[in-house]
């Protein structure tokens, strides 16, 4: 379990406002000018310790582990390794930076090898993802869209509250934060003519999310109990699944998203871990009606994690925050997603990503995706600059953020940030 009272001897992880103190220890996969090659890291304060120097110095060395894992460009081999490797590797990173060992803190040789600046670094896509799925879970986003859609007196879909509604979308394109993302072409339907047209989406919209790592696969034909899902989850990360809601809007009769979500997908560069997030659980939303019985699950499965949605537009200097909202307001928890995920045998692989769907809040202001805070464009968002937005516009940045705020400490994600360019010329 994770202490409050834990210090560290790297004092930048002290900050009241830091993401990255002792309690948190997200992974992730980085470079940097002394070492070009991507490998394995751990966030502490405004640095990396890079854990293949660690490993090579007889430091760490995760269970099971036949061969080294942490000088990879991606943390696949280590989730591989299972939850008893996970929980070691984070109980000896945690001893080895503790206030009190002197193990890594007076070896300063060692130290200066394994410590990197983070402001230095450049962060890589963590793991390798094979497969991709998005859900649809927030009750509130739900009825924010089939309200302004479909029917404002009946705006769930009767499956709606029977099921994690989902949809498997594309792995190729999910890139990490600070990766620009192009503004899509494809088939508009415009209400004064006939025929679609071709050109560059006119609705770009940001969907901040929350994804989850699988740790833990499942055989084919072999379904994951909900009571046992947690167990098959390495990790969060903070999520922006990027949508083209006018080519959405063409497209999604009769099948669904295609084109309008396929172009890009950013995702927070660490990975937090459960263990991490586990101080933070708190009661989901009550269900009704009951779920099937495979989607039961004793106990609180959602998690208290602040979020926010930022916007700059190109040349500004300050960003305007346009949404905070909270991941515990999801209707349906992550566990729940993944047993319907593989209730029909799907099998999953390790490196998979889930995202959560759209995170709406009850309010206006928590509304999770400019859709639902311009209610569809006609009530444009104010940015500090005096400007204001229907849509993400070409050179803004948008950035998602979230933390869970401890006592006296902070387990932050970082930044999951991606800068709109101009669309291909058609």
């Given at each position: 379990?994770?202490?409050?009272?834990?210090?560290?001897?790297?004092?930048?992880?002290?900050?009241?406002?830091?993401?990255?103190?002792?309690?948190?220890?997200?992974?992730?996969?980085?470079?940097?000018?002394?070492?070009?090659?991507?490998?394995?890291?751990?966030?502490?304060?405004?640095?990396?310790l890079?854990?293949?120097?660690?490993e090579?110095?007889?430091?760490?060395?995760?269970?099971?582990?036949?061969?080294?894992?942490?000088?990879?460009?991606?943390?696949?081999?280590?989730?591989?390794?299972?939850?008893?490797?996970?929980?070691?590797?984070?109980a000896?990173?945690?001893?080895?930076?503790?206030?009190?060992?002197?193990?890594?803190r007076?070896?300063?040789l060692?130290?200066?090898?394994?410590?990197?600046?983070?402001?230095?670094?450049?962060?890589?896509?963590?793991?390798?993802?094979?497969?991709?799925?998005?859900?649809?879970?927030?009750?509130?986003h739900?009825?924010?869209?089939?309200a302004?859609?479909?029917?404002?007196?009946?705006?769930l879909?009767?499956?709606?509250?029977?099921?994690?509604?989902?949809?498997?979308?594309?792995?190729s394109?999910?890139?990490v934060?600070?990766?620009p993302?192009r503004?899509?072409?494809?088939?508009?339907?415009l209400?004064?003519?006939?025929?679609?047209?071709?050109?560059?989406c006119?609705?770009?919209?940001?969907?901040?999310?929350?994804?989850?790592?699988?740790?833990?696969?499942?055989?084919?034909?072999?379904?994951?109990?909900?009571?046992?899902?947690?167990?098959?989850?390495?990790?969060?990360?903070?999520?922006?699944?990027?949508?083209?809601?006018d080519?959405?809007?063409?497209e999604?009769?009769?099948?669904?998203?295609?084109?309008?979500?396929?172009?890009?997908?950013?995702?927070?560069?660490?990975?937090?871990?459960?263990?991490?997030?586990?101080?933070?659980?708190?009661?989901?939303?009550?269900?009704?009606?009951?779920?099937?019985?495979?989607?039961?699950?004793?106990?609180?499965?959602?998690?208290?994690?602040e979020?926010?949605?930022?916007?700059?537009?190109?040349?500004?200097?300050?960003?305007?925050?346009?949404?905070?909202?909270?991941?515990?307001?999801?209707?349906?928890?992550?566990?729940?997603q993944?047993?319907?995920?593989?209730?029909s045998?799907?099998?999953?692989?390790?490196?998979?990503?889930?995202?959560?769907?759209?995170?709406?809040?009850?309010?206006?202001?928590?509304?999770?995706?400019?859709?639902?805070?311009?209610?569809?464009?006609?009530?444009?968002?104010?940015?500090?600059?005096?400007?204001?937005?229907?849509?993400?516009?070409?050179?803004?940045?948008?950035?998602?953020?979230g933390?869970?705020?401890?006592?006296?400490?902070?387990?932050?994600?970082?930044?999951?940030?991606?800068?709109?360019?101009?669309?291909?010329?058609?």
């Amino acid at each position: 379990m994770t202490d409050a009272r834990l210090k560290s001897w790297v004092q930048s992880a002290h900050q009241p406002a830091c993401e990255f103190a002792l309690q948190n220890l997200p992974y992730g996969i980085f470079s940097d000018p002394r070492n070009r090659q991507p490998r394995v890291g751990v966030a502490i304060g405004d640095v990396i310790l890079d854990l293949s120097v660690l490993e090579s110095a007889g430091l760490l060395a995760p269970d099971g582990a036949a061969s080294p894992v942490f000088a990879a460009p991606d943390l696949n081999a280590f989730i591989a390794l299972g939850r008893p490797a996970w929980r070691s590797a984070r109980a000896r990173i945690t001893e080895l930076l503790s206030a009190d060992n002197t193990s890594l803190r007076d070896d300063a040789l060692l130290r200066q090898r394994a410590l990197v600046n983070m402001a230095e670094a450049t962060l890589h896509l963590p793991v390798e993802i094979g497969g991709y799925t998005d859900f649809y879970s927030s009750r509130e986003h739900a009825t924010n869209v089939g309200a302004m859609f479909r029917d404002p007196e009946n705006p769930l879909l009767p499956n709606w509250l029977e099921m994690p509604v989902g949809y498997n979308g594309r792995a190729s394109s999910v890139v990490v934060s600070g990766t620009p993302v192009r503004r899509p072409n494809g088939q508009i339907k415009l209400p004064d003519q006939e025929r679609a047209i071709f050109g560059a989406c006119r609705k770009l919209d940001i969907e901040l999310e929350l994804g989850f790592i699988i740790g833990k696969g499942n055989a084919l034909g072999e379904p994951i109990a909900c009571e046992q899902a947690e167990d098959h989850i390495f990790g969060t990360v903070l999520l922006n699944d990027w949508s083209a809601r006018d080519l959405q809007a063409w497209e999604y009769v009769p099948l669904g998203p295609f084109n309008a979500k396929t172009f890009a997908t950013t995702i927070s560069p660490w990975i937090v871990t459960m263990d991490a997030l586990e101080p933070f659980r708190t009661r989901q939303p009550d269900q009704s009606p009951e779920p099937l019985a495979y989607l039961r699950h004793a106990g609180h499965h959602a998690f208290d994690i602040e979020l926010e949605a930022r916007l700059r537009p190109e040349g500004a200097r300050d960003e305007t925050t346009i949404s905070r909202t909270n991941f515990k307001y999801m209707y349906w928890t992550m566990a729940q997603q993944l047993a319907h995920h593989t209730v029909s045998g799907c099998n999953t692989r390790i490196g998979d990503l889930m995202g959560s769907g759209t995170i709406s809040g009850p309010t206006p202001d928590s509304y999770g995706s400019l859709l639902e805070l311009t209610w569809g464009g006609k009530n444009p968002v104010a940015l500090r600059t005096g400007a204001t937005r229907s849509f993400a516009e070409d050179g803004d940045e948008l950035t998602l953020t979230g933390w869970c705020q401890g006592d006296g400490y902070r387990v932050g994600f970082g930044r999951c940030t991606g800068k709109v360019v101009a669309a291909y010329p058609a």
